[in-house]
């Protein structure tokens, strides 16, 4: 089996359920560990992961460890939130609908989704770290649908009809960023 080196002990940092389920879904050996570290702050998400990776392995050391970072970016704004998108979205904060009103009033709805999947381990030099990156483009529409998390419900991808919120588990994973992230981090596992 490819992945049998992946099992059992991959541990995924986030305190994020959503994030968490789809990954598994993905990857069932990989395990949570939903452990508060400080995290950096930084548009570019490889340095935020780095760090709590180093933070991590500090507290844990010799296990294989995984962080994962998502992002939305608008055109109309220039790429950001990009990786702040979660304090845009927080209660009390723009939000949902506010985002979206924004796309409109500026009259570009283009943004993009990237997941950055870091994977920090053992090596017999020391500890190897690597990114796997997934991008698709999309649109920004008005908060619908259920399904999902996040800003699932005002992102929808290229080539579909619907936001992430109104796919099926399924369908969100034929159009996810985070599914080519996998695929990037699946393929190096193959090629070893
Ligand atoms: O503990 P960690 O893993 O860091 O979890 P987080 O919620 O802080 O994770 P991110 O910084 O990667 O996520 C930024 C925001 O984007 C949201 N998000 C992440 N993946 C998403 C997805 O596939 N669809 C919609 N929203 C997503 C997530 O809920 C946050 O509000």
Redesign the pocket.
């Known amino acids: 089996m490819k992945n049998a080196k992946a099992a059992p002990q991959l541990l ?5 359920a ?3 389920r ?1 990954i598994q879904a993905a990857l069932p050996e990989v395990r949570a560990w ?1 452990v508060d570290l400080p ?1 950096i702050q930084s548009v570019d ?1 490889r340095r935020v992961i780095e760090a ?1 990776l180093l933070e991590a392995t500090r507290l844990l050391p010799g296990q294989r460890l995984m ?6 970016s608008l055109d109309a704004l220039g790429g950001l939130p990009g ?1 702040l ?2 304090w845009f ?2 209660d009390g904060s723009l939000g949902l609908e506010g985002l979206a009103d924004v796309a409109a009033a500026r009259g570009n709805l283009q943004a993009r ?1 990237t ?1 950055w999947i870091g994977l920090l381990e053992p090596s017999a030099t020391g500890l190897s770290l690597r990114f796997f990156e997934g991008t698709v483009r999309g649109r920004i529409v008005r908060p619908v649908g259920q399904s ?5 419900p005002i ?1 929808q991808p290229e080539g579909a009809d619907k936001t ?1 919120a109104q796919m099926t588990p399924e369908e ?1 994973t034929r159009f ?3 599914s080519l992230a996998l695929d990037a981090l699946r393929k190096a596992w193959e090629h070893g």
């Open positions: 995924f940092l986030t305190g994020n959503g994030k968490l789809e939903d995290e998400p709590k962080v994962e970072d998502t992002s939305l990786p998108i979660k979205i927080a989704a997941t999902g998390f996040g800003w699932d992102f992430f969100k996810s960023m985070r």
